[in-house]
């Protein structure tokens, strides 16, 4: 599946959102696999810290926001979260009024797997 840049928008359809997808021949791939939440609400937008993997070596890390959102946008980088079956590609968020975040999106629709990870 090639990269694609996709428009789109939230369930408010006053915030206007770049969905960057992500496919499989990329360079580096990682799996987000905790989050630390920044306030008591759990939204993807409140995630103000990431841990994941390394696909291919294993290595693993963590990143805040920011530079996790940005790495993301290059396009040759791929983020998800789960696996096999359960996987779901992560995409980054850039609402016009707010900073850009992470956010799961599959099969046409946002979903929450972000929100859903262990926290650390």
């Known amino acids: 599946m ?4 996709v428009e789109g928008q939230c369930d408010d359809p006053r915030e206007r959102i770049k969905v960057v997808r992500l496919g499989l021949g990329s ?3 990682i799996e987000i696999t905790h989050v630390r939440f920044g306030s008591t609400k759990k939204t993807e ?3 103000v810290k990431y841990k994941w993997k390394n696909v291919s070596t294993g290595k693993v890390g963590e990143n805040d926001k920011p530079s996790l959102v940005a790495w993301v946008d290059d396009k040759t980088n791929t983020a998800y979260v789960g696996s096999g079956a359960n996987r779901v590609n992560v995409a980054s968020v850039h609402p016009e009024n707010t900073k850009p975040y992470l956010r799961t999106y599959a099969d046409g629709k946002w979903t929450n797997n972000l929100v859903s990870l262990p926290t650390f």
Do not use: C, G, H, N
Request: no cysteine; charged share 40%.
């Open 45 to 47: 937008d409140e995630i």
């Open 2 to 5: 090639p990269d694609a840049d």
């Open 27 to 29: 360079i580096m791939a």
